[in-house]
């Protein structure tokens, strides 16, 4: 099957930006804005004996920006990972409770794992292009899921390409190294890559805390025009990225989920003392 197939022009795109013009590619369209993608039900998490957090339940909403924030080990690394399994493996790591995507479990035995990284996609916080060219980094996941022929590779790589604002500056070096690209760009081309298998959810673990300004509010500007096609979940220490980026924002605090809400509400209005004590900056 094409990847192209089921694909319709994106809504939203930021204007005067690079970004803009290559949000004009395709996207996956969002069935119901609003609605739950990903939901935790009761879910506690730890490693060892310990636990990390405890009694979780959220809905994250389809087609939105939701910023996960606490202070450093709140857990919202954890929590992100559990969201497509990057923790199953890890040593110690248990869990109690569910997580549902669209209305089923992520650990439903029908469940494949492949085809859950599909779905549900990941940034890390260090860019981590693949030992391969540029080219096919962009579609390593397109070719391992064989969601595309030979002959489509390459309109499929530029497309990506053109999509986060770099295929200008790599049109001319796709088979070189990724490695000598920039840190914002090394990003970009991750994203890239994440985007090229068509994922419905993303999941960012504090993409920009290793880049600089500039990188930093181009991959901002690139988050917003992702959805209301894909739900996003962004991990950030940056309160002030969080109310740039996000829709809605969930506070983690002292092995709980303190509060969830829309973002201007959390900000200026929160129903918590604890996240008043924390987005004013009195602790964290
Ligand atoms: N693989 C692991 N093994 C044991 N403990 C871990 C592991 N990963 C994270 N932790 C612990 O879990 C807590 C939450 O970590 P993390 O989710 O990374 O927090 P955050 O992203 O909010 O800074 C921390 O105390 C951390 O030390
Ligand atoms: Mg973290």
């Given at each position: 099957m094409s990847i192209e197939a089921g694909r319709e022009k994106h809504p939203a795109a930021v204007p005067g930006t690079d970004v803009a013009a290559a949000a004009q590619g395709a996207r996956p369209s969002a069935s119901?804005?609003?609605?739950?993608?990903l939901r935790a039900t009761d879910l506690t998490l730890g490693f060892g004996q310990r636990?990390?957090?405890?009694?979780v339940n959220v809905e994250i909403r389809r087609g939105s920006v939701t910023a996960l924030i606490g202070?450093?080990?709140?857990g919202k690394t954890t929590l992100l990972r559990t969201f497509n399994r990057?923790?199953?493996?890890?040593?110690g790591y248990r869990h109690s409770g569910d997580v549902l995507l669209d209305g089923q479990?992520?650990?439903?035995?029908?469940?494949e794992l492949m085809a859950l990284r599909r779905k549900v996609g990941m940034l890390f916080q260090r860019p981590n292009p693949f030992p391969m060219s540029i080219m096919d980094n962009v579609v390593a996941g397109v070719k391992a899921h064989r969601m595309a022929g030979r002959g489509e590779l390459k309109s499929i790589a530029r497309d990506r390409l053109s999509e986060v604002g770099l295929w200008d500056a790599v049109s001319e070096r796709l088979?070189?190294?990724?490695?000598?690209?920039s840190g914002g760009q090394q990003q970009l081309l991750c994203l890239a890559r994440a985007l090229a298998v068509g994922p419905e959810v993303l999941l960012l673990d504090?993409?920009?805390?290793?880049?600089d300004p500039i990188a930093t509010e181009s991959i901002e500007a690139l988050i917003r025009t992702l959805v209301p096609a894909l739900t996003v979940v962004i991990v950030t220490h940056n309160l002030a990225q969080a109310r740039r980026v996000a829709d809605r924002t969930i506070f983690l605090n002292n092995g709980r989920l303190v509060e969830h809400g829309e973002t201007g509400q959390m900000f200026e209005?929160?129903?918590e003392e604890e996240t008043a004590r924390y987005v004013s900056g009195r602790f964290g």
């Open positions: 119901d804005p609003g609605e739950a993608s636990a990390i957090l405890t009694g202070p450093t080990g709140s990057m923790n199953d493996k890890v040593a479990s992520i650990w439903h035995p029908g469940v088979k070189d190294s990724p490695f000598r690209l504090e993409p920009t805390s290793s880049l209005d929160p129903a």
